[in-house]
């Protein structure tokens, strides 16, 4: 447990705490770039809009239903490990792999013919949402396989 010590506030950031405020920003990063590709439909065009706002419902979905049921990443971490069925073991590292994989899937297809200010709102969503997701799965995978947290110094 680190404590954080800011005059007037104190605060203990534990492993679910951390998890759940990143997946609160994948869910504001999310619902950002849905707004943005929707202000865009005009100028982007349906077939441009199509792919990447699906893929930002369907990373939404996933994101919220983790959040909202406090879904515990080293536990998918630790039965993908020992379970002997490949089904199952699909559906645990899509769990942990869908969030990342997903943002990468966003930044790939988005498109590029977002104007101004919009467009930087995208981007900074964006690479918000890659961040977090990538924290995420890292401190899922130290957690679930090695079983405790990265030290800080």
């Known amino acids: 447990m680190i404590r954080v010590k800011i005059p007037g506030y104190n605060c203990k950031l534990n492993y679910a705490n951390i998890i759940t405020q990143l997946r609160l920003?994948?869910?504001i990063s999310l619902f950002i770039q849905a707004v943005i590709m929707y202000l865009e439909l005009h100028h982007i065009g349906i077939s441009g809009f199509l792919?990447?706002?699906?893929a930002i419902?369907?990373?939404?979905y996933v994101h919220c239903q983790r959040w909202y049921k406090m879904v515990d990443g080293r536990s998918d971490v630790r039965r993908m490990i020992q379970v002997k069925n490949i089904h199952y073991k699909l559906q645990y590292?899509?769990?942990i792999f869908s969030g990342?994989?997903?943002?990468?899937?966003?930044?790939i297809v988005a498109p590029a013919r977002l104007s101004g200010l919009n467009s930087l709102g995208f981007m900074l969503a964006d690479y918000s949402n890659i961040v977090s997701s990538g924290i995420v799965l890292v401190s899922d995978l130290v957690k679930g396989i090695f079983g405790r947290e990265l030290k800080s110094t």
């Open 57 to 60: 419902l369907i990373s939404f």
């Open 25 to 27: 920003v994948q869910l």
């Open 51 to 54: 792919l990447p706002f699906s």
């Open 93 to 95: 590292a899509f769990a």
């Open 100 to 107: 990342l994989l997903l943002a990468l899937f966003v930044h």
